[in-house]
């Protein structure tokens, strides 16, 4: 098992390394500098200070000058500042990380509280009613777009009930508020988007577990269960259910990125301080040193939790270890 | 039976919606005739957040919009946009215009505490024109031969040569030497927490979310009767909408469907209209011989109806353009005519060009070639993108094809604009306040990355552009820019369209709110809410 992690965590040295180079290129063949792109057309601005704003941002040089730069200086943990408010880009990410993890946190709490139920109910009960209503319901929330939705619901439950806020994680007068008080704030400024985000993301897992355990209940050990006349909860929370989550565990695993990640039109329609918003932001202003700080943090996870989906697995699953 | 229950149930939860209906009708008629009284806060709404809190690095809206209520600069525009003192009490123009002295205002402090002085100006007139400062808005502060501290009030500046324009760079917010002197200017840690000398002062910034300031109580002008000022992130126009309808912010610059809305949207807002300092225009490159041609712009010039393009474009909330200055500036000339749309004219310009004959498709003809030239636009500007569609359909009326591309702005700006490759070009201009448009117009503007970028080239234009940095005298100089107008107006480079309005509403509680040619927001610091109106307190 040891000499397997290893083998593993060693393999993904080079992919970063590869992702960091990919990133870098494709950032610098976007065409304008981060310098320009608040001075271009600003008639206040003079070409000469254009350039010498440039040069003083280090993009006068060519990119594999920039690039090893930006790579000596990876090598330490060092992520440079922001160009555009000349801030740390780990402290730009350390501030919304905990915003997004909330968010995304209760969501795949949701997610997971309803998808499970749905799958196995809707195996179980393979072509009910229950199932055919659901399938369209999942699938409704993964095609609709999740910006719309919000719009609707915020006149619905903002407007016209004004009973939750439009937007953003706080009121205003937040800071001076109660601990329960802060609590029921931040609790009320989460319901849309958390409930957003869950039926929107529901149908992925819902119909993962459904197909798994279907396969599942097809399997001779549960005939076999059947025969022994075991009671049907014991046969299908202990015998088929165990089995049927192991498909989950992987997905649960690659969605790790998506954590700290989470949708930049989402987070925007929502005033909600994530990292979404920041690296999308980042990107329109071409600020290297957060998009590429942004960009190793998600490789890092996305290797991570490829890591993580496989080991669990293995643990799980003797099959695969003895391999 | 089972189901009975659940429909019961349902009505029940329905019918108890309504009642958590929360806001009762407030009702905001004071007219704000009484005594102005203290308190209240005051929420406005922005799409993006700030990035320094520092005038002299800042390049951004946001920035802009919380400085100018922090710092003051030594001089700024008044209500009707003349220049009058903020941190100079007063000034004298000698040498014809090389040499300025301004006379500070003795008593103002800083937000902590510490005394105004000469030595500000000079600090911050030292970080403007090093080069290791992140700034981009050297280049007016180079012409500058040597700034003197005379006296602890007073401060001499000497130009290389007269540059009437410099008095307007001294709007620049002014920034405290004794927290700045030491460490890295640009990361230094007040640019996150501001220290100004203006009618607020900074309380926090949280990032992506709010940013809060506290009404100064030792500001100069007297303080501020709005309390606190807070300023909110949120990203998208429409959801912005939604917390004005929700009164949960005061105040919303409006599009103009917006501002078309149902009333009663708008029911405790009052919405105000007005020009904002900008046009929009369609520029030709006039190093194609096309375009060189004078007689051709008329032709475009006569065949574009502006009216259809405010009525559609931007539902009649704007005005046609003249010329290259908005009508409420000092250098607008009221007596240049607007161009004519008159087809038959247009024709007949056309036909004396060889362009007679039409062909199957109605575009008109010259040698076998049909007339067509391509109009460039940035994406991302849905009026824009509208503008070029009905020039399009009103150019194809007098035979003209007009093909469309919109692009990416940075690859709009580095490989069409800065390469000249390209024919028309639909945009607009933010202008500033002084009429100074050396860098639009002057014919030694034309390299690379400079704002000549249609390569207009015109004698009498460069040295009125002359004239007008030189001349300090207001009268003088509006005799130059009104002449200025009129010869740009009737050379036609660009086809100027429209200037758009600004559409902001301010929420009806908010009195002393007065729209004047610098627009509303000039006396913010005047506008106060009656005690019996007041939605927040603060501690």
């Given amino acids: 098992m040891r000499t397997y992690i290893l083998k593993r965590l060693s393999y993904s040295i080079p992919i970063l390394i590869g992702i960091t180079l990919i990133t870098f290129l494709v950032m610098h063949l976007a065409p304008g500098k981060p310098t320009e792109m608040l001075t271009d057309m600003n008639a206040r601005v003079s070409a000469d200070a254009k350039t010498k704003l440039a ?99 915020m006149i619905l439950f903002g407007l016209k009930f004004g009973v939750l806020p439009i937007s953003g994680l706080h009121s205003l007068d937040y800071s001076g508020m109660s ?145 | 039976m089972k189901s009975k229950t659940c429909f019961y149930c349902a009505l029940i939860l329905l019918s108890m919606f309504p009642a958590c209906r929360k806001v009762p009708a407030r009702d905001y008629s004071d007219r704000g005739t009484g005594a102005p009284v203290s308190g209240d ?86 970080k403007l024109i090093d080069p290791s400062v992140k700034t981009p808005y050297g280049s007016d502060y180079l012409l500058i031969q040597n700034l003197k501290v005379t006296g602890p009030y007073t401060v001499e500046v000497t130009y290389k040569q007269p540059f009437a324009p410099a008095l307007e760079s001294w709007s620049m917010g002014m920034l405290p030497k004794h927290l700045f002197s030491s460490g890295d200017f640009n990361t230094n840690p007040y640019n996150r927490k501001p220290v100004g000398t203006g009618p607020f002062k900074f309380r926090e910034w949280v990032t992506d979310e709010k940013i809060v300031l506290d009404a100064n109580p030792d500001y100069f002008e007297g303080k501020p009767y709005v309390s ?13 909408f939604l917390e004005m309808r929700r009164e949960s912010i005061d105040e919303l610059g409006l599009t103009p469907d917006e501002w078309r809305a149902y009333p009663e949207f708008f029911r405790n807002y009052n919405k105000f209209r007005y020009p904002s300092f900008s046009y929009v225009y369609l520029g030709f490159n006039l190093r194609l011989p096309l375009f060189a041609d004078k007689r051709f712009r008329q032709a475009v010039a006569f065949a574009i109806k502006k009216k259809d393009i405010i009525d559609g474009v931007l539902l009649g909330m704007g005005r046609s353009a003249t010329g290259p200055f908005p009508p409420q500036s000092w250098a607008y000339d009221p007596g240049v005519k607007d161009t004519e749309y008159n087809p038959e004219r247009s024709l007949k310009l056309l036909g004396e060009l060889g362009y007679a004959k039409k062909d199957a498709e109605g575009y008109l003809e010259k040698d076998g070639r049909p007339l067509e030239f391509t109009v460039i636009t940035n994406q991302g500007n849905k ?56 860098s639009i117009w002057n014919s030694s503007q034309t390299r690379e990355g400079q704002y000549n970028f249609i390569s207009y080239k015109n004698s009498e234009v460069d040295s009125l552009l002359d004239e007008g940095r030189r001349t300090f005298d207001q009268h003088k100089r509006e005799a130059v820019y009104r002449r200025l107008h009129k010869i740009i107006a009737d050379d036609l480079p660009y086809i100027f369209l429209y200037y758009p309005e600004s559409l902001p509403c301010v929420h009806k509680r908010f009195k002393g709110v007065e729209v004047a040619p610098a627009g509303i927001g000039w006396n913010f610091y005047k506008w106060w809410v009656p005690g019996s109106e007041q939605k927040y307190t603060v501690e």
């Fill in chain 1, 179 to 323: 601990v329960p008080g802060k609590l029921l704030d931040v609790a009320s400024h989460l319901i849309l988007p958390v409930f957003i985000s869950a039926f929107t993301g529901l149908a992925g897992l819902s119909r993962y577990v459904r197909s798994s355990m279907l396969e599942v209940l097809r399997q001779d050990y549960i005939r076999t269960a059947y025969a022994k006349g075991l009671p049907e909860n014991r046969i299908i929370f202990r015998h088929a259910l165990k089995n049927a989550l192991l498909p989950v565990v992987t997905i649960l695993g690659l969605s790790l990125p998506a954590l700290i990640g989470g949708g930049f039109i989402f987070e925007t329609i929502f005033a909600y301080p994530g990292m979404g918003r920041l690296g999308y932001e980042a990107v329109m202003a071409r600020d290297y040193p957060v998009v590429m700080a942004v960009g190793v943090i998600a490789a890092f996870l996305t290797l991570l939790g490829n890591l993580v989906a496989d080991i669990t697995y293995a643990w799980v699953d003797p099959r695969i270890r003895y391999k």
């Fill in chain 1, 55 to 153: 040069a003083l941002y280090g993009l006068d040089k060519p990119w594999y000058v920039q690039y090893a730069r930006w790579l000596g200086r990876f090598a330490v943990l060092d992520f440079g500042k922001s160009f555009r408010d000349g801030r740390p880009a780990v402290a730009k990410i350390a501030e919304r990380l905990p915003a997004s993890l909330l968010l995304n946190i209760l969501s795949l709490l949701l997610i997971l509280a309803a998808a499970v139920p749905i799958g196995i109910f809707s195996a179980l009960h393979k072509d009910s009613i229950f199932d055919k209503a659901t399938t369209v319901f999942v699938f409704i929330g993964f095609s609709v777009p999740a910006f719309w939705l919000a719009l609707l619901f």
């Fill in chain 2, 228 to 240: 606190r000022y807070i300023y909110r992130i949120i990203p998208d126009q429409s959801v912005q």
């Fill in chain 2, 41 to 126: 806060i005051y929420v406005a709404a922005s799409i993006g957040d700030a990035s320094y809190l520092n005038p002299v690095l800042a390049t951004d809206s946001s920035s802009g919009d919380i400085n100018a209520l922090v710092f003051n600069g030594l001089v700024k525009y008044n209500r009707d946009l003349k220049l009058v003192g903020d941190l100079a009490e007063s000034w004298r123009v000698l040498e014809g215009g090389r040499k300025i002295i301004f006379k500070l205002r003795e008593n103002v402090r800083w937000h902590d505490g510490q005394p105004f002085t000469a030595a500000d100006v000079e600090f911050t007139y030292e």
């Fill in chain 2, 383 to 438: 009026m824009r993108e509208l503008t070029a569609e009905i020039l399009q359909a009103q150019l194809k009326a007098v035979g003209i094809k007009v093909n469309i591309r919109v692009i990416e702005w940075s690859s709009f700006i580095h490989q069409f604009i800065d390469k000249r490759s390209f024919e028309a070009v639909l945009l607009g201009w933010s202008v500033s306040r002084d009429p100074d448009q050396y």
